[in-house]
């Protein structure tokens, strides 16, 4: 006989989600919702099963009076192998209704998490590049990743188990009633004392829990630094180790101290629980059997004073639980906020209503008084005009900072113009097709970046369909072919992340023999000859 089905501690906000609170609105709840609604049929039958297996987590209580009373005080034992066998069946019932209600949560918050991870993936695809520059790399995995994924846990966890929690005390209550109302008063006038104190305990091991983690952090941040192939590299070129250590070793000692703590709490939280989760079922004794023995109370037996310690031990787990639901409905809301957030945000770069593609591009570029900057205020652009004929190449030559990077970007609309424009075959390349217009530039990066797959994989990036004799003729127009010749595994071999196991000049020209497979009308070189 289990106290309520996911009941768990305490939980507390921390200050900064106190400060944070997001404001909850209709227009929240109902976009919540919006995602709900299409599996709501079987979301209203994962609640129906937790409903049903409340009632029958009742049972096998209320049958151990009548197996006391009935069974073993008056000595017969068919009928308390029947209540045995009736309740193992009902014990065997409720939990295939677990099982039901498992499978159809992890089902519904499974397909919630899917679509909302495909509606941020395709919004995020859409974002300039200045979203990616300005938020941080860690900040959008972590939207992607750890906050939807977390809304698995709102709907199989705080929205089931809220659910589960409430039917339980419901159905708890109802049966202590109906056994001794007196009783019944006692049991839910006592749970306050088991509430009161083993949640302050809990306030304190909450915040030492914090503490450590955030020192927990501070180390792992400082390995992640310090033991990276790059890390490691700078420690040694400056001597640092020493001090390396020092700066370890105090956080070291830090997260020790506060385990101890932590430790010393823990046993105090499991003492507090101990303590007053066994006063209740005493003084329930103590009150039936001043009842039974002092008052003569007929109506009262040893069986009926069984079943309500059982239902009031049934009853400290949902209390304890449903006092966390304001923390764990604000985690919630502060979950779905962060991530409509992102989802909310503009796309600053798209194609405008009844943007054109050409029939043909011969892709003579101009740039026509063009001005522009990164952030407000800030010009790295100013009144700049030129031409490049189209089957031309040109070279654009300046010093570090001057905006040469910045007119690639232009060209290739990852940013936009502030003022001016500019144009390839006479036609502003904001009333081109967005995808069309990318599609007739290649480009290759001051940093060639590689995906963690093999040759061939980052060669078909650019050219799905292309040949395996299409694929030799680009890496040998790049100068790559003999290097990959040479190679066990030609072009299945595997480059690592990032490119890692070629050198800067190979992964160069593995770059440009990828833009040569994509054949476009214009490429742009973006100092993508630096390593060679």
């Known amino acids: ?113 899917r679509d909302m991870k495909n509606s941020m993936y395709a919004h995020l695809q859409q974002m300039s590049q200045r979203f990616f520059t300005v938020n941080k790399q860690g900040d959008i995995i972590t939207r992607m990743t750890g906050d939807i994924d977390g809304v698995q846990g709102v709907i199989s966890g705080t929205l089931t188990r809220t659910v589960s929690n409430v039917a339980v005390l419901i159905v708890s209550i109802l049966a202590m009633v109906q056994k001794n109302w007196l009783l ?55 001597t640092k180790e020493e001090e390396e250590y020092e700066r ?44 039974i023995i002092k008052k003569g109370n007929t109506g009262l037996s040893v069986g009926d004073v069984t079943v309500m310690v059982t239902l009031l031990t049934r009853m400290y787990r949902p209390v304890s639980a449903l006092l966390s639901v304001p923390v764990d409905f604000s985690r919630a809301m502060a979950l779905f906020t962060r991530i409509f957030d992102y989802m909310d945000m503009p796309v600053e770069i798209k194609s405008k209503k009844g943007a054109v593609k050409l029939d043909s591009m011969t892709g003579e570029l101009a740039f026509h008084r063009v001005e522009f900057g990164y952030n407000p205020g800030q010009t790295i652009l100013n009144d700049v005009s030129f031409t490049v004929p189209a089957r031309n190449m040109t070279a654009i030559v300046g010093p570090s900072g001057s905006g040469k990077t910045t007119v690639t970007n ?11 424009s500019v144009t390839i075959d006479g036609v502003d390349v904001r009333d081109l097709d967005l995808k069309y217009l990318r599609q007739q530039i290649g480009m290759v990066t001051q940093e060639a970046y590689l995906f963690n797959g093999s040759i061939r994989d980052n060669l078909l990036y650019a050219r799905a369909d292309a ?28 480059v690592g992340n990032r490119g890692i196991k070629l050198s800067g000049g190979e992964k160069q020209r593995l770059s440009i023999a990828r833009v040569i497979l994509k054949d476009p009308t214009i490429i742009i070189f973006d100092e993508a000859t630096s390593s060679l």
């Open 1 to 113: 006989m289990n106290g309520g089905r996911g009941g768990r501690g305490f939980r507390f906000e921390t200050e900064e989600e106190k400060q944070n609170r997001p404001k909850v609105t209709k227009k929240l709840l109902a976009r919540i919702f919006s995602y709900l609604k299409p599996y709501w049929p079987r979301l209203l039958l994962s609640l129906a099963t937790i409903i049903a297996a409340a009632v029958l987590d009742v049972f096998p209580s209320i049958l151990t009076g009548r197996m006391i009373d009935d069974g073993l005080i008056k000595g017969d034992f068919g009928l308390l192998a029947l209540l045995v066998s009736l309740a193992a069946g009902v014990m065997i019932t409720s939990s295939l209704l677990g099982l039901l209600e498992n499978y159809l949560n992890t089902s519904v918050s499974q397909h919630i998490v």
């Open 184 to 238: 019944a008063l006692v049991g839910v006038a006592i749970l306050p004392l088991f509430i009161i104190p083993t949640q302050s305990v809990g306030k304190r091991r909450w915040r030492l829990t914090m503490e450590s983690q955030e020192k927990h952090d501070e180390a792992n941040q400082q390995l992640n630094e310090t033991l990276s192939v790059s890390g490691q590299q700078l420690v040694k070129i400056f």
């Open 248 to 291: 370890y070793a105090h956080v070291n000692e830090t997260i020790r101290k506060l385990t101890v703590k932590e430790a010393m709490a823990g046993r105090w939280f499991r003492m507090a629980i101990g303590t007053f989760t066994n006063l209740g079922p005493m003084l329930i004794y103590l009150i039936g059997g001043f009842l």
């Open 410 to 420: 232009l060209v290739m609309r990852l940013y936009d113009v502030r003022g001016g």
């Open 467 to 494: 040949t395996e004799a299409q694929l030799i003729h680009a890496c040998r127009e790049a100068n790559i072919y003999p290097l990959i010749e040479s190679l066990p595994q030609g072009l299945d071999t595997l």
